[in-house]
C-alpha cells in the first residue's frame, strides 16, 4: 500500500483554456517524493482534460470535479482541503506556477522545522517580487504576527498543517467572487500558531497571461467589499486585543480603503456610491481600531478622514483622493503627530525594509 503523501497541493480550475498543465507540471517539476497535486474541475468535467491528463497519467496527480454553481474559487477550492489527506495542504489558482526548487525548498523546510504554515514567497509573472508579508529582516521562523506584519498577506498562499484547518475552523468565505480568503488568513496569522518564512527561497508565480481571472474582474466596491464587512462584524476580531485589531486595521485601511480608492480616483471611475462603501468600512474599522489611523502619512490621512467622516462628504473624499498624487514628499513621509514618524506601519520604516528586502 502506497505510504500517504506529505504535501498535498490544489488546484482549482474552471475552463480548459487556463494553463492547468503549466501549474500542474511546476509542482511536480522538482520530483519530490510524497507530493501529489488534487485539480478540482470547478464545473467542468474531468473529459475537458483528457489532453492534459494523458501528460501526468503516470504522475501523483488525482483529478476531481465539483459543481456549486457559483462563480468562485471558494467551492472548488475547499472541496480539494477537505479531500487531502496530507500533512500539509496549500492551494494554487491554475494560471499560476511554481518557480524550480520552489517545492523542494518548502518540503525540505516542513520537513526540518515542523510548523504550522509556511509562507511562501510571491512573485508577478513579470518578474516583480511581491515583498509580502514585509517581515523583519532575518526573521524566518516563529514569526509575529504584528512585528512581521503578516495581515499584509491576504492570499493565504501557503503550505499549512491540515490538522490545523479544523481547529482553527479555517473555511474561505462562501460565495465571494473576490475577498474569499481576508478572514481564513486573519485568523491564521492572530492565532498563535507557529509560522515560517523564508523570501529568499523560489517563488510561487502570480501567472498574468490568461485573458481574465475570476478574481481580478472589476466590481462595483460595494460587491467588492462584501467579504470585508463581514470580516469587521465577527466577533474573534470584536472581541481581540487592542493590539491585533489595531495591526489588521492597518492593513485594512491601506490595502482594501486607500489602494482602492486611489486607482479607482485616477482612472475617473471613483462613483458616489464608491465613496459611501468605502466610507463605512473606515468609519466601521477606525471603531474597532481607534489609534489605526495614527501611523499615516498626512496625506494618506487626509483621505483617511474624509471618509471617516459621520456624515461624510463626498465631494471632500473626492478632493483629498484628486489631490494625493501630487502631494508633496514630507505629506506622503511623515505623519501628524512626530512621535509616530518611526512607527513600524510607518511609511519610512515600511520604505527602508522594502529597501533591504530580502
Known amino acids: 500500500m502506497p ?3 506529505a504535501v498535498d497541493v490544489v488546484i482549482a480550475v474552471h475552463d480548459p483554456s487556463r494553463p492547468l498543465a503549466r501549474a500542474v507540471r511546476s509542482v ?3 520530483r519530490v517524493e510524497g507530493v501529489r497535486v488534487l485539480v478540482v474541475c470547478h464545473g467542468i468535467p474531468v473529459a475537458a482534460f483528457d489532453d ?3 501528460e501526468f497519467d503516470e504522475a501523483p496527480v488525482v483529478w476531481l470535479e465539483f459543481t456549486d454553481g457559483v462563480r468562485s474559487p471558494t467551492g472548488p477550492f475547499m472541496h480539494g482541503l477537505r479531500t487531502a489527506t496530507a500533512e500539509y495542504v496549500t492551494i494554487m489558482g491554475s494560471d499560476d506556477f511554481m518557480e524550480p526548487g520552489a517545492v523542494a525548498a518548502a518540503v525540505d523546510h516542513l520537513r526540518a ?3 504550522d504554515a509556511l509562507v511562501l514567497p510571491l512573485m508577478h509573472q513579470s ?4 515583498r509580502n508579508p514585509l517581515a523583519r529582516k532575518g526573521h524566518v521562523r516563529h514569526l509575529d504576527p504584528i512585528r512581521d506584519r503578516l495581515a499584509y498577506r491576504t492570499a493565504p498562499l501557503a503550505y499549512l498543517r491540515r490538522s490545523m484547518l479544523g481547529a482553527l475552523d479555517l473555511v474561505l468565505t462562501p460565495e465571494m467572487p473576490a475577498g474569499n480568503d481576508i478572514e481564513f488568513s486573519a485568523k491564521l496569522w492572530y492565532s498563535g500558531a507557529r509560522i515560517d518564512f523564508h523570501p529568499a527561497d523560489p517563488s510561487y508565480v502570480i501567472g498574468a497571461d490568461a485573458d481574465t481571472r475570476v478574481t481580478t474582474a472589476p466590481r462595483p466596491a460595494r460587491l467588492e467589499l462584501t467579504a470585508l464587512r463581514l470580516l469587521l462584524t465577527r466577533d474573534w476580531l470584536v472581541d481581540a486585543p ?3 485589531r489595531t495591526s489588521l486595521m ?3 485601511l491601506r490595502i482594501h480603503v486607500l489602494g482602492p480608492v486611489l486607482r479607482r480616483a485616477s482612472g ?3 462613483a458616489a456610491d464608491d465613496i459611501d462603501a468605502y466610507a463605512e468600512v473606515v468609519r466601521t474599522a477606525v471603531g474597532l481600531a481607534p489609534r489605526a489611523r495614527r501611523p499615516f502619512a498626512r496625506a494618506d490621512r487626509d483621505l483617511l478622514d474624509a471618509l471617516a467622516s459621520d456624515p461624510h462628504d463626498r465631494t471632500a473624499v473626492a478632493g483629498a483622493a484628486a489631490a494625493h498624487p501630487t502631494a508633496g514628499r514630507f505629506a506622503r513621509l511623515i505623519p501628524r503627530n512626530p512621535f509616530a514618524v518611526a512607527d513600524r506601519e510607518g511609511a519610512i520604516r515600511r520604505f527602508l525594509r522594502y529597501r533591504s528586502w530580502p
Open 3 to 5: 505510504s500517504a503523501p
Open 242 to 244: 487592542a493590539a491585533v
Open 52 to 54: 492534459v491528463r494523458r
Open 28 to 30: 511536480l517539476h522538482d
Open 113 to 115: 522545522d515542523r510548523p
Open 268 to 270: 475617473g471611475a471613483l
Open 250 to 252: 492597518i492593513k485594512v
Open 127 to 130: 518578474g516583480e517580487i511581491l
